[in-house]
């Protein structure tokens, strides 16, 4: 029997708010989780990205160099580029839980994935796409229609593993080398401690309580 373990990503994921979308706890896992984060400073910032599966096998990890005009392009390209990669390491069946500290960009993924399933669905005051990240938006559109089910969590930049990759790509890049892997998540068994047990986070339970 294979040993099942919770992946640090996905701990992240259940314990964070997911923009536009209320969900009950049983709907909220994820197969591969993937954060990004990018980095901007004058002299050059960078892109991160990390992947894993829902039990903890990293999928890969990214950190480029990377020279944008502001911070809001540099999220933009960074998540374009995470979900480049997930799209081939993982099924077009797969369920995918993304993971960025950018208030507006983790609401317009959400915002996509509603209007994707509903085209009437259209929320008064979802932000706008930043200047200079349009054509990585409809990357990432083409991304999010690529995937069986995608929704984004909005987590803090000091937990954001991704983080490090895009402010130091000069520190990280030997994580560029890493073999290049397609894992999929071990079957799912509630009886060996899987997906069956709820985040304390997310549980049903009476308002007020």
Same mark, same amino acid.
Not at 59 to 67: E, F
């Given at each position: 029997?294979?040993?099942?373990?919770?992946s640090?990503? #996905? @701990? +992240?994921?259940?314990?964070?708010?997911?923009?536009?979308?209320?969900?009950?706890?049983?709907?909220?896992?994820?197969?591969?989780?993937?954060?990004?984060?990018?980095?901007?400073?004058?002299d050059?910032?960078?892109?991160?990205?990390?992947?894993?599966?829902?039990?903890?096998?990293?999928?890969?990890?990214i950190?480029?160099?990377?020279?944008?005009?502001?911070? @809001?392009?540099?999220?933009y #390209?960074?998540?374009? *580029?995470? *979900?480049?990669? +997930?799209?081939?390491?993982?099924?077009?069946?797969?369920?995918?839980?993304?993971?960025?500290?950018?208030?507006?960009? &983790?609401?317009?993924?959400?915002?996509?994935?509603?209007?994707a399933?509903?085209?009437s669905?259209?929320?008064?005051?979802?932000?706008?796409?930043?200047?200079?990240?349009?054509?990585?938006?409809?990357?990432?559109?083409?991304?999010?229609?690529?995937? &069986?089910?995608l929704?984004?969590?909005?987590?803090?930049?000091?937990? @954001?593993?991704?983080?490090?990759?895009?402010?130091?790509?000069?520190?990280?890049?030997?994580? @560029?080398?890493?073999?290049?892997?397609?894992?999929?998540?071990?079957?799912?068994?509630?009886? &060996?401690?899987?997906?069956?047990?709820?985040?304390?986070?997310?549980?049903?339970?009476?308002?007020?309580?």
């Amino acid at each position: 029997m294979a040993a099942h373990r919770r992946s640090s990503l #996905r @701990n +992240l994921f259940d314990q964070s708010p997911t923009p536009h979308i209320a969900h009950p706890p049983r709907t909220h896992h994820r197969q591969f989780y993937v954060a990004t984060d990018g980095s901007y400073r004058p002299d050059g910032g960078g892109l991160g990205a990390v992947i894993e599966t829902r039990d903890g096998v990293r999928v890969a990890r990214i950190s480029l160099p990377d020279v944008v005009p502001d911070n @809001n392009v540099a999220e933009y #390209r960074a998540l374009h *580029l995470g *979900l480049d990669v +997930l799209a081939t390491r993982a099924p077009k069946t797969a369920s995918v839980g993304v993971l960025i500290d950018h208030d507006d960009l &983790a609401a317009n993924v959400n915002a996509a994935t509603l209007s994707a399933a509903d085209p009437s669905w259209n929320p008064a005051g979802t932000p706008p796409i930043p200047s200079g990240s349009e054509n990585h938006w409809r990357g990432i559109l083409a991304r999010i229609s690529g995937f &069986a089910d995608l929704r984004a969590a909005r987590i803090d930049s000091r937990e @954001n593993p991704a983080h490090v990759l895009a402010n130091t790509p000069g520190e990280y890049a030997h994580v @560029n080398r890493e073999p290049a892997r397609c894992v999929l998540p071990e079957p799912l068994d509630s009886a &060996a401690g899987g997906d069956g047990v709820l985040p304390p986070s997310r549980t049903e339970r009476p308002a007020g309580d």
